[in-house]
């Protein structure tokens, strides 16, 4: 838990924000990285700079890996899927 705590502590500080936080393609409001489902290459560049930074802070696993690649992985999967299917479970903001 102190390490699940570290992340949104970090994402406070403002010399973190750049890596902690992005801006949610879904509702335009500021969210936690590892909440966020990746928009850019600058979005996996940061992904990474968030792990080694947590890395650093925690010495442990952090607990927030499995969650963002399932929460990615969901939407390319129910991307294709209303691609093949004409369903609407892909959620796109834009």
Known sequence: M????KA??????????????????LTGKKVNRSAHIH??????I???RM???LGRE???CFQRCVGM???NAL???TYNIDEKRDTNYFINAS
């Open 2 to 5: 102190k390490a699940v705590a």
């Open 8 to 25: 949104y502590e970090l994402a406070l500080r403002p010399e973190f924000e750049a890596i902690m936080i992005v801006r949610s393609h």
């Open 39 to 44: 928009q850019s290459i600058d979005d996996l």
């Open 46 to 48: 940061n992904k990474s």
């Open 51 to 53: 792990g080694r930074l």
């Open 58 to 60: 925690t010495g442990c």
């Open 69 to 71: 690649d399932a929460l």
């Open 75 to 77: 939407s390319i999967v």
